[in-house]
């Protein structure tokens, strides 16, 4: 009795992922990878770092080769070899080899699809020219390190993940580097106020960030320079151009078979991973994923998805094809990610607020603190700055964005395993996490962010919203001259109407405050309080929140009412802006 032939068009975390666990259950079938590039199994997210010379030798990147499938795992791999076409009914497939131009038809049992994504390029002139380059593969990388020697300046299109890594490791290699982003912040994955800090940082490092800024044209100039026209009018002269303004599904294969494909252009499959055809499966960045906060499909074009799509997906065609064991069902994306920039380091999981306010139904309510990633006392305390976002009905978490240079990730993975567990902000106060002073403090900043969160929903720590405050104080100071108009704009704007009232010391509120606040510092609040109007609302104001916590318990119990700006003038910084 023939083998059972499972073919699987292309490599890297889905694919090659799908085809190992294929093997480790079930021994006697026939695995046949079709890889378009010369390499199957690569390290793409290392690319950048290649270019910085972070990473020295180009095996490096080099996750498997095609002898390691075939000696370790008897998978056969065809390197340099595209697909053309799917013939679902007589479930076959047209292949091409690249080098001799030579067609071949290929029969299968069961096919995945793990085409992966391709860049976007703009729509403008001068893409062809000579240095205008993109970064997907070991090829590319090795195209840009080739030329670095003559490059000087250079334009990075795009402000994501990818452009930014891009434009760190070009400035390692002494790299004069301009970022051009669309939008009117960098990484989009954040909230603009989180992404704020991102991009002081950057500028602080020598990055040169245009916001709200696009390309309309890229010429050659006599000395083979490269003139990159903005739609502002400018013209930047530079040596190269790397266009990163982000991917999409590569699902032309998918679309020739006649298979589903979404509203955001890739492949629609079910819970198993299997496409609207039941022999053929999809994983990776081709396919689009649900989200398991939000329950709307979505691109998620990262390695950690699409290598565990890919392990369910071996495991159901095993049991679909193969023999009689359990499938399991993918639940979806979570949307975890970190960034490493210039020793700041950025990270998220869950959803955003951005992608709440467009869902319209989810009531949430969201804190901010900056705790250090260890106690003060011990050398070398950092801030972490935390944005936490959480259902205002029950507490359950929905999301987290965090930055800063020392103990990121780990608060993100934690509060990203609490998501996937449908965890609550009181499961943070009581999470039991490690604790010595070079590590963490007694109350680890996951704690704090639940402590607040949990205080906000039990009504001992009233809220109020930096966006409201800042677009009420745009308009006084900006529009409001006269006295008289500024009054009446306060009379009839209920968060003008509040008095805000800063706890800090006077020395720190001379330095800097909000417009039309009150200096009482905390430990002189018992002694002031006849200062305070009971009419109007009061909102504290301090360095991070803590102060004004304190005085929110106080004024409350002294029967004020009173709300907390959370995360104090830390965040205030970061709106005024």
């Known amino acids: 009795m023939a083998k059972k032939r499972i073919l699987i068009v292309g490599g890297v975390a889905g694919g090659a992922t799908c085809a190992v666990r294929i093997r480790r259950l079930y021994e006697d079938c026939e695995i046949v990878i079709f890889e378009m590039g010369s390499y199957v199994s690569f390290a793409n997210c290392g690319l950048p770092y290649f270019i910085g010379d972070v990473i020295v030798e180009e095996d490096k990147l080099l996750v498997a080769t095609p002898a390691l499938f075939e000696n370790r795992f008897n998978i056969r791999v065809c390197t340099d070899t595209q697909v053309m076409s799917i013939d679902k009914e007589k479930q076959r497939i047209t292949v091409c080899d690249l080098k001799t131009d030579e067609q071949r038809i290929e029969y299968y049992d069961a ?20 240095g205008v380059h993109v970064l997907r593969t070991i090829p590319d990388s090795r195209q840009i390190r080739a030329q670095l020697e003559n490059i000087k300046r250079a334009v990075v299109m795009g402000a994501g993940y990818l452009g930014l890594e891009l434009a760190e490791n070009l400035q390692k290699r002494e790299v004069q580097v301009t970022v051009l982003q669309s939008s009117d912040q960098v990484m989009p994955s954040l909230d603009k106020e989180m992404a704020a800090f991102v991009s002081n940082h950057l500028e602080q490092h020598g990055l040169e960030i245009k916001l709200t800024c696009k390309a309309t044209a890229i010429t050659q100039n006599d000395d083979h320079s490269l003139l990159v026209s903005l739609a502002t009018g400018e013209q930047l002269t530079v040596d190269a151009v790397m266009i990163s303004i982000g991917v999409k599904p590569r699902a032309e294969l998918a679309i020739q078979a006649g298979l589903e494909i979404g509203s955001h252009g890739g492949i629609r499959v079910n819970e198993f991973s299997q496409t609207s055809d039941p022999n053929i499966w999809a994983v990776g960045d081709v396919v689009e994923v649900k989200n398991v906060i939000t329950n709307q499909w979505q691109l998620f074009p990262l390695a950690g998805p699409a290598n565990k799509q890919g392990r369910l997906a071996a495991t159901d065609i095993v049991n679909k094809k193969l023999m009689t064991m359990p499938s399991v069902p993918y639940r979806g994306v979570q949307g975890t990610t970190v960034c490493g920039l210039f020793g700041l380091t950025v990270a998220t999981t869950g959803v955003n607020e951005k992608t709440l306010k467009s869902c319209g139904s989810m009531e949430y309510e969201k804190v901010y603190l900056h705790p250090s990633n260890h106690v003060g006392y011990y050398p070398g305390a950092k801030p972490i700055h935390i944005k936490l976002l959480y259902d205002a009905r029950d507490g359950k978490i929905l999301g987290a964005q965090a930055l800063g240079e020392s103990g990121v990730a ?33 109350k680890d900043p996951v704690n704090l962010a639940g402590m607040i969160a949990a205080n906000h929903l039990r009504g001992n720590h009233p809220l109020a919203k930096w966006e409201d405050l800042a677009d009420t104080h745009t308009q006084v100071t900006e529009e409001q001259d006269d006295i008289d108009q500024m009054l009446a704009f306060i009379m009839d704007d209920p968060y003008a109407q509040a008095q ?75 709106f005024a802006e």
């Open 111 to 130: 096919l995945v699809l793990s085409t992966g994504s391709q860049s976007v390029w703009p729509d403008i002139q001068g893409l062809d020219l000579p």
């Open 410 to 442: 780990r608060r993100i993975d934690v509060l990203a395993s609490f998501i996937q567990m449908a965890g609550t902000v009181y499961d943070l106060e009581e999470a039991e996490l490690c604790y010595a002073p070079q590590f963490g403090a007694t």
């Open 500 to 574: 805000i009232v800063d706890v800090r010391t006077v020395a720190e509120f001379a330095r800097k405050h909000i417009p039309h606040a009150v200096n009482i510092p905390l430990d002189s609040l018992r002694d002031r309080l006849d200062e305070l109007s009971r009419e109007r609302e009061i909102w504290v104001v301090c360095g991070v929140g803590q102060r004004a916590y304190n005085a929110t318990r106080i004024l409350q119990q002294h029967g004020f009412r009173v709300r907390n700006l959370s995360g104090g003038m830390q965040t205030y910084a970061t």
